[in-house]
């Protein structure tokens, strides 16, 4: 599982010129399931996501999560996080899991945040989406497991 996380004053998602998902400060999401991944990586992955300590507190350092302000998420279905680009002029991404597999485990992933108190918006799995975002820093990181 690979999961882009970037900082965000606000966030939103839409599909077909709708808005489907939207939030004030927290993190932008990017989900990506593969093959190897299961119940325990989703699980490990939404509490890394829950107290990772990126935000600023009173004196300037990242020292609180998003728990800690109070933040949401935009979680994003992104199975080209497994896009292998290393041969070829084109992406493969046989790393990626199974649609159906990988539509469980991101709502999975997402039900555990929302276990933990953080309000979640979502996109649309599978759907064509286009991301607007304000990245506060910038500040993103890469979480693998």
Known sequence: MKVVLQRVSQASVSVEGEVVG?????FLALVGIGHADDEAVVSWMAD??????????????????????GGSVLAVSQFTLYGDCRKGR??????AADP????????????????????????VFAADMKVSLVNDGPVTMLLER
């Open 22 to 26: 939207q939030i004030e400060a927290g």
């Open 48 to 69: 890394k996501t829950a107290v990772l300590r990126v935000f600023e507190d009173d004196a300037g350092k990242m020292n609180r999560s998003v728990i800690d302000i």
């Open 90 to 95: 084109r992406p493969a991404f046989t790393d």
């Open 100 to 123: 159906a597999i990988a539509e469980r485990l991101y709502e999975l992933y997402v039900e555990k945040l929302k276990g933990q108190g953080i309000g979640v918006e979502t996109g």
